[in-house]
């Protein structure tokens, strides 16, 4: 054999001893993996902190390391440095686990078939490792977050408020943390159609509602935290508004609503255990989009929980890794895009029919990857993989609360269109406003109970009328709520540089469950009015609006100074003069001074006010009256009628309310006009309403009223008797 082919075959014989021996490694390594179970993963500490990374041992992570008493679970991926940060693991033994690629694979984890490598969502597999350690909060954060020297352990002490908005599904937290750059700024992920909406954001003009929260901290679920000098913003914040940006407001939380859509992140949250199950990663989405996905996902489970979510001041100030921009924005297009379409598809869904929060968890996910595709058919096998991994280690799922979510259709921001602002003024052919045909057309339920709901409305404004306008109306709404089923309290046109009238209340009052807070904003009231507010209260439109927020089957309207009678009596008034909602009802009123008022809201028992004997005393008909002009008190019946005001929603909703474009002026006398002239009796009891005195404005100069309105009765081609007004609102 020649020498140079005795030197082939010896190079191939040790080339094949080679792999031989590589391949016996490699099985072994297999079996040695194999025999890993989820009993081997080790006990961790009560808090463990979750990053995915790429990049070296920086100061953020060593800072948590050496700042908290947690378990830091870092999950390696291909690119990572696997020598540095094993070492860092090796000093930091009691604290720190490192996850290589190769630790990973040998994870007895379902889910691992399912992530890919290089991409975000692997961070899932530290989420599990952390859950089947024991953690009990899971500190989910980039490792370009650096820890504040307060850290987040104070948390449960800061001041906590309960957030609400006006007639809107998503909230942008940003602008109430008051951003040192003064402009307007919204997280990644949230809607961009209504970053301009002042409803989504805008506390300070009454838009959003705030109160002090009585939520129970344990009950926190979520609590993310904003960042200081470059906070998680999309590419297009990014490319259009000036950073860096810290956040003025300190040691805050504030809490959204059940169905309150609001993007959160996994740059600084944490999750509590309850939680855990939403912390998954989708895969079929870029990393830019999957934790905003997520989090959409688990708030819209958590509402059918007793859990909530919050957002916090910054505890941590973030120093980006380095990033270009476009690619970001590439990389966000299913969130400028699609993100609409995903919250609807979260408000279409409910999780009726489900025993467990697992099958709805992966109900939901089904829907969003067969019905709306938004998610790809890798997410559905992984959530099914990662459900069953929960279940393997031990994982408890949070029980469904009282109350469930029912579906419903998002709002969008109208089209904008201004052709018609170059055209003349065109005749309005009904002489009713939108607002007040949109009452008559309502299509609000009634209740069909046979014992009624209850409700009652009052309209105010943050200008202390009259005198110690918060301590009268305190007395007079604690009776309301006392006596009422749902009490509707309508703020009109507050100044925006002073605080909306329901925070000045009590917070027994203004945190009672029966009670509704309804604020209108100067910039609100011009849009509902159709024409500029100047700086006064609008009362009829107010009363309308607080109509169309009630939803009792019987509705009074009265004044904000007024002692209500007792449940009790005006049971008896319902069953003696509502039979039906061809009736109405006014009560009389007795002026009081403050400390009566108050003794009167106390002492007034069912007992005593059974003993009034209620009855009818007086019956108003249009029949009744003769045919050409009326008075004034023809109609009216009483003066101050306008005190308590009593119908059946179908009455109210039939007649359209209140005559929008005159004020507050013999507005309750038009009422009861439109009441006869749509066949309904109104009765006055011999009841007696209580009305605490102030100091008396009169509503300005008497000249400036509206002018009294002039009331005929006439007869209409059918014959039937109707009253027709001069303000053209009865016709």
Same mark, same amino acid.
Request: with cysteine; glycine share 6%.
């Given at each position: 054999?020649?020498?140079?082919?005795?030197?082939?075959?010896?190079?191939?014989?040790?080339?094949?001893?080679?792999?031989? %021996?590589?391949?016996?490694?490699?099985?072994?390594?297999?079996?040695?993996?194999?025999?890993?179970?989820?009993?081997?993963?080790?006990?961790?500490?009560?808090?463990?902190a979750?990053?995915?990374?790429?990049?070296?041992?920086n100061?953020a992570?060593?800072?948590?390391?050496e700042?908290?008493?947690?378990?830091?679970?870092?999950?390696?991926?291909?690119?990572?440095?696997?020598?540095?940060?094993?070492?860092?693991? =090796?000093?930091?033994?009691?604290?720190? %686990?490192?996850l290589?690629?190769?630790?990973?694979?040998?994870?007895?984890?379902?889910?691992?078939?399912?992530?890919?490598?290089?991409?975000?969502?692997?961070?899932?597999?530290?989420?599990?490792?952390?859950?089947?350690?024991?953690?009990?909060?899971?500190?989910?954060?980039?490792?370009?977050?650096?820890?504040?020297?307060?850290?987040?352990?104070?948390?449960?002490?800061?001041? =906590?408020?309960? %957030?609400?908005?006006?007639?809107?599904?998503?909230?942008?937290?940003?602008?109430?943390?008051?951003?040192?750059?003064?402009?307007?700024?919204?997280?990644?992920?949230? *809607?961009?159609?209504f970053?301009?909406q002042?409803?989504?954001?805008?506390?300070?003009?009454g838009?959003?509602?705030?109160?002090?929260?009585?939520?129970?901290?344990?009950?926190?679920?979520?609590?993310?935290?904003?960042?200081?000098?470059?906070?998680?913003?999309?590419?297009?914040?990014r #490319?259009?508004?000036?950073?860096?940006?810290?956040?003025?407001?300190?040691?805050?939380?504030?809490?959204?609503s =059940?169905? #309150?859509?609001?993007?959160?992140?996994?740059?600084?949250?944490?999750?509590?255990?309850?939680?855990?199950?939403?912390?998954?990663?989708?895969?079929?989405?870029?990393?830019?989009?999957?934790?905003?996905?997520?989090?959409?996902?688990?708030?819209?489970?958590?509402?059918?929980?007793?859990?909530k979510l919050?957002?916090?001041s910054?505890?941590?100030?973030?120093?980006?890794?380095?990033?270009?921009?476009?690619?970001?924005?590439?990389?966000?297009?299913?969130?400028?895009?699609?993100?609409?379409?995903?919250?609807?598809? #979260?408000?279409?869904?409910?999780?009726?029919?489900?025993?467990?929060?697992?099958?709805?968890?992966?109900?939901?996910?089904?829907?969003?990857v067969?019905?709306?595709?938004?998610?790809? !058919?890798?997410?559905l096998?992984?959530a099914?993989?990662?459900?069953?991994?929960?279940?393997?280690?031990?994982?408890?799922? *949070?029980p469904?609360?009282?109350?469930?979510?029912?579906?419903?259709?998002?709002?969008?921001?109208?089209?904008?269109?201004?052709?018609?602002? $170059?055209?003349?003024?065109?005749?309005?052919?009904?002489?009713?406003?939108?607002?007040?045909r949109?009452?008559?057309?309502?299509?609000?339920?009634?209740?069909?109970?046979?014992?009624?709901?209850?409700?009652?409305?009052?309209?105010?404004?943050?200008?202390n009328?009259?005198?110690?306008?918060v301590?009268?109306?305190?007395?007079?709404?604690?009776?309301?709520?006392?006596?009422?089923? !749902?009490?509707?309290?309508?703020?009109?046109?507050?100044?925006?540089?002073?605080?909306?009238?329901?925070?000045?209340? *009590?917070?027994?009052?203004?945190?009672?469950?029966?009670?509704?807070?309804?604020?209108?904003?100067?910039?609100a009231?011009?849009?509902?009015?159709?024409?500029?507010?100047?700086?006064k209260?609008?009362?009829?439109?107010?009363?309308?609006?607080?109509l169309?927020?009630?939803?009792?089957?019987?509705t %009074?309207?009265?004044?904000?100074e007024?002692?209500?009678?007792?449940?009790?009596?005006?049971?008896?008034?319902?069953?003696?003069?509502?039979?039906?909602?061809?009736?109405?009802?006014?009560? =009389?009123?007795? +002026?009081?001074?403050?400390?009566?008022?108050?003794?009167?809201?106390?002492?007034?028992?069912?007992?005593?006010?059974?003993?009034?004997?209620?009855?009818?005393?007086?019956?108003?008909?249009?029949? +009744?009256?003769?045919?050409?002009?009326?008075?004034?008190? +023809?109609?009216?019946?009483?003066?101050?009628?306008?005190d308590?005001?009593?119908?059946?929603?179908?009455?109210? #909703?039939?007649?359209?309310?209140f005559?929008?474009?005159? $004020?507050?002026?013999?507005?309750?006398?038009n009422?009861?006009?439109?009441?006869?002239?749509?066949?309904?009796?109104?009765?006055?009891?011999?009841?007696?309403?209580?009305?605490?005195?102030?100091?008396?404005?009169?509503?300005?100069?008497?000249?400036t009223?509206? *002018?009294?309105?002039?009331?005929?009765?006439?007869k209409?081609v059918?014959?039937?008797?109707r009253?027709?007004?001069?303000?053209?609102?009865?016709?």
């Open positions: 054999m020649p020498r140079h082919t005795r030197r082939r075959v010896t190079i191939c014989a040790f080339a094949a001893a080679f792999v031989c %021996v590589i391949q016996i490694v490699l099985v072994s390594r297999a079996r040695v993996a194999a025999s890993i179970g989820f009993h081997d993963i080790l006990a961790l500490r009560e808090t463990c979750v990053i995915t990374t790429i990049l070296q041992v100061k992570v060593v800072h948590v390391v700042q908290l008493h947690v378990s830091l679970v870092v999950i390696g991926d291909r690119k990572t440095n696997h020598t540095e940060w094993e070492e860092f693991q =090796r000093a930091n033994s009691e604290a720190v %686990v490192y290589s690629p190769a630790t990973q694979v040998s994870l007895p984890f379902r889910i691992l078939k399912h992530v890919p490598w290089n991409h975000f969502g692997r961070k899932s597999i530290g989420f599990l490792y952390a859950t089947a350690g024991g953690c009990q909060r899971i500190y989910d954060f980039d490792d370009d977050n650096h820890l504040k020297p307060d850290g987040f352990e104070s948390l449960s002490s800061w001041d =906590r408020f309960d %957030v609400d908005t006006n007639d809107a599904h998503v909230f942008n937290p940003y602008p109430y943390f008051e951003p040192s750059n003064d402009e307007l700024i919204w997280p990644r992920g949230f *809607p961009l159609q970053i301009q002042k409803n989504t954001y805008d506390a300070r003009s838009f959003v509602t705030l109160r002090k929260s009585i939520e129970n901290f344990d009950k926190l679920a979520v609590i993310q935290s904003l960042a200081d000098h470059d906070p998680d913003v999309d590419a297009i914040y #490319l259009t508004h000036s950073l860096p940006v810290n956040f003025k407001r300190r040691n805050t939380i504030v809490i959204p =059940r169905g #309150l859509h609001v993007p959160w992140n996994a740059q600084a949250v944490i999750v509590s255990r309850p939680a855990f199950f939403g912390l998954l990663l989708p895969v079929t989405v870029t990393g830019r989009v999957s934790d905003i996905w997520r989090s959409y996902i688990t708030e819209r489970l958590l509402w059918d929980t007793e859990y919050g957002f916090s910054s505890f941590v100030t973030q120093y980006r890794n380095p990033h270009s921009y476009m690619v970001d924005f590439a990389d966000e297009d299913d969130l400028y895009n699609r993100v609409d379409e995903l919250l609807q598809a #979260l408000a279409s869904w409910t999780s009726a029919g489900h025993s467990s929060l697992a099958s709805a968890y992966i109900d939901l996910v089904t829907k969003l067969e019905d709306v595709h938004i998610l790809g !058919e890798v997410d096998q992984l099914k993989a990662w459900v069953a991994d929960l279940k393997s280690v031990g994982y408890v799922w *949070p469904f609360g009282s109350v469930r979510m029912e579906a419903k259709t998002l709002l969008s921001v109208p089209i904008v269109d201004q052709r018609h602002l $170059g055209d003349a003024p065109n005749e309005i052919s009904d002489k009713r406003s939108s607002l007040e949109a009452l008559v057309t309502s299509t609000t339920s009634v209740n069909k109970s046979t014992a009624p709901t209850v409700g009652g409305f009052i309209v105010t404004r943050n200008d009328y009259g005198g110690d306008l301590q009268r109306s305190t007395i007079a709404i604690r009776r309301m709520i006392e006596v009422l089923d !749902e009490v509707v309290i309508v703020d009109m046109n507050t100044a925006a540089d002073v605080l909306p009238f329901i925070t000045l209340l *009590p917070l027994d009052v203004s945190q009672a469950s029966n009670v509704k807070s309804v604020i209108i904003s100067a910039e009231c011009a849009r509902e009015l159709g024409a500029t507010c100047e700086d209260m609008y009362e009829a439109l107010a009363r309308n609006i607080a169309r927020e009630s939803t009792t089957d019987i %009074v309207s009265t004044n904000s007024i002692i209500l009678p007792s449940r009790f009596t005006l049971d008896e008034i319902i069953q003696q003069a509502l039979p039906d909602s061809n009736h109405a009802v006014i009560l =009389r009123r007795t +002026d009081i001074s403050q400390v009566q008022g108050e003794a009167m809201a106390s002492t007034r028992s069912k007992e005593e006010a059974g003993r009034e004997g209620t009855r009818i005393v007086q019956t108003k008909r249009v029949q +009744d009256l003769p045919l050409g002009p009326i008075g004034l008190m +023809d109609v009216s019946i009483i003066t101050d009628c306008g308590f005001q009593m119908a059946r929603r179908e009455l109210w #909703l039939r007649t359209g309310g005559a929008l474009r005159h $004020g507050h002026n013999f507005g309750d006398s009422l009861i006009a439109r009441w006869l002239s749509a066949g309904a009796a109104v009765h006055l009891m011999n009841t007696t309403i209580f009305h605490i005195r102030h100091e008396s404005k009169k509503h300005g100069n008497a000249a009223w509206n *002018p009294e309105p002039r009331f005929r009765v006439v209409d059918t014959g039937t008797q009253i027709s007004s001069s303000w053209d609102d009865s016709n």
